[in-house]
């Protein structure tokens, strides 16, 4: 744990917070289903098991959106989920924030029937690293995302269509105020923690920068500061496949006939850059796909050709081609320190405790991004400890390695830090 405090203690906020204000009367039934619906009580599920059957909130939030890039939204809707229960003081709530293909379902099951739970449902729960028990865990899914909350697959209001690349840009700082906004709703002026993977690691980051009365301790797994040009590079030919494929369409294109090709083909760029080349190896090597010889053609010889096929193709059903334009776009933009002089001033805003986590495989977001991160906070006082796991998978063991995270999460919860300045 570092703990080298700042001489003065803090610095001066910077622009762009937005104050904490309550919720109208109207919101009142959102804050209710905090504490009614949506959730298994803890005694209906054992410990380290699911947190059951949950569903899938929508709030419209009243007035007009102002996003960084000066335009604006109205009646932007957000889908959440809710597992666990607010406490009487309401100061136990743990905000999730999703990687790029994730949404608001987090844990658990919508239906009996649903052959998975959601995205993280080894990690939240009763007993798990977020524990229901103890915690009321958040999870929304993103502005610009395509799973219930605004983006451009919502109708427009003139001609019912979607709204497609009429969208305007959105950035990181956008879909975190639209959380601020979710949970101002709710009734929730400070989280317990906020948390995230990936492009989540940069909500919590922003979180903790921009919202520092508001956030307790912050998890950061598997992220960064800012993209390299590594990664820039990697996103922009991800768009470049989907708006190359004559179906795109400039954006508008039917629902029923997306750009199938080309998003899959991103899908599998992005999907290459969550592995390791160690992982690879194992897992594939040049095995051949269901046959004893090369068939002499282009169709899947080899596993990992099949695999890399079928992860695009199920990525096609579930994801829409404008909002992973838009969202890696905001990915792009992110960089925690802008408006700052330098990291360790933006990250000296915020008074939380962080848990910094990276993976020793990670080449898209390696440990080094995550070792400046800690050395900035290190430099502006703040309190922050540094976690990197062995693990085969890459970037993807934030989503894997369930077992390795849990213990580090669990203690960094519990532990009672000192209250820093802001």
């Known amino acids: ?50 947190v059951g059957l949950v569903r899938t909130h929508t709030l419209r939030l009243p007035g007009r959106l102002r996003l960084e890039s000066g335009r604006t939204l109205d009646g ?34 919508h ?20 524990d229901t028990d103890h915690y009321a865990v958040i999870c929304s899914n993103v502005l610009g995302g395509c799973r219930g909350t605004t983006g451009p697959t919502s109708p427009d209001a003139a001609t019912g269509r979607p709204v497609a690349t009429d969208f305007p840009i ?39 920068v921009h919202y520092p009365d508001r956030v307790a301790r912050a998890i950061v797994l598997a992220s960064c500061a800012r993209l390299t040009a590594q990664a820039l590079a990697f996103n922009e030919v991800g768009r470049q496949a989907i708006v190359g494929d004559p179906r795109w369409r400039d954006g508008h294109y039917p629902p029923d ?44 010889d080899y596993q990992v050709e099949s695999y890399l096929r079928h992860q695009g193709a199920s990525f096609v059903r579930r994801f829409d081609a404008n909002s992973y334009l838009y969202l890696t776009r905001a990915m792009d933009y992110f960089d925690v320190a802008h408006g700052f002089p330098a990291l360790a001033a933006a990250l000296g805003q915020s008074p939380a405790a962080f848990l910094v986590i990276s993976v020793d495989t990670d080449w898209l977001y ?12 290190a430099e502006s006082g703040r309190l922050a400890q540094a976690v990197e796991i062995s693990s085969p998978y890459g970037h993807d063991a934030f989503l894997i390695e369930h077992a390795r995270l ?17």
Request: glycine letters at 12%; charged letters at 20%; hydrophobic letters at 45%.
């Open 170 to 208: 959105i950035t990181i700082g956008d879909m975190v105020h639209v959380q601020a906004l979710l949970l101002d709703a709710l009734g929730i002026e400070r989280l317990a923690a906020v948390a995230g993977g990936s492009m989540g690691g940069m909500q919590a980051l922003q979180w903790a």
């Open 366 to 377: 390696p440990t080094a991004q995550s070792r400046e991160i800690v050395a900035a906070l």
């Open 257 to 300: 006939d997306p750009p199938a090709g080309g998003l899959a083909v991103a899908r599998m760029i992005g999907h290459l850059t969550y592995l390791s080349p160690v992982g690879m190896e194992a897992r594939f090597g040049r095995r051949l796909h269901q046959r004893e010889s090369v068939s002499y053609s282009f169709g899947a």
């Open 111 to 130: 239906t009996p029937h649903d052959k998975r739970p959601g995205w993280w449902d080894e990690m939240v729960g009763p007993g798990k690293a977020f």
């Open 1 to 50: 744990m570092i703990r080298a405090d700042a001489a003065d203690g803090s610095i001066a906020r910077g622009a762009g917070r937005v104050p904490t204000g309550r919720a109208p009367g109207a919101m009142a039934a959102q804050r209710r289903a905090m504490q009614s619906e949506g959730e298994r009580p803890a005694a209906e599920t054992a410990p380290g098991r699911s």
């Open 76 to 109: 932007v809707t957000v889908a959440y989920e809710v597992y666990g229960r607010l406490n009487a003081r309401r100061d136990n709530a743990i905000l999730l924030c999703h990687a790029l293909s994730g949404d608001a379902h987090a844990a658990g099951y």
């Open 406 to 422: 849990t213990p580090h999460i669990t203690s960094f919860l519990a532990a009672d830090y000192p209250v820093r300045p802001s």
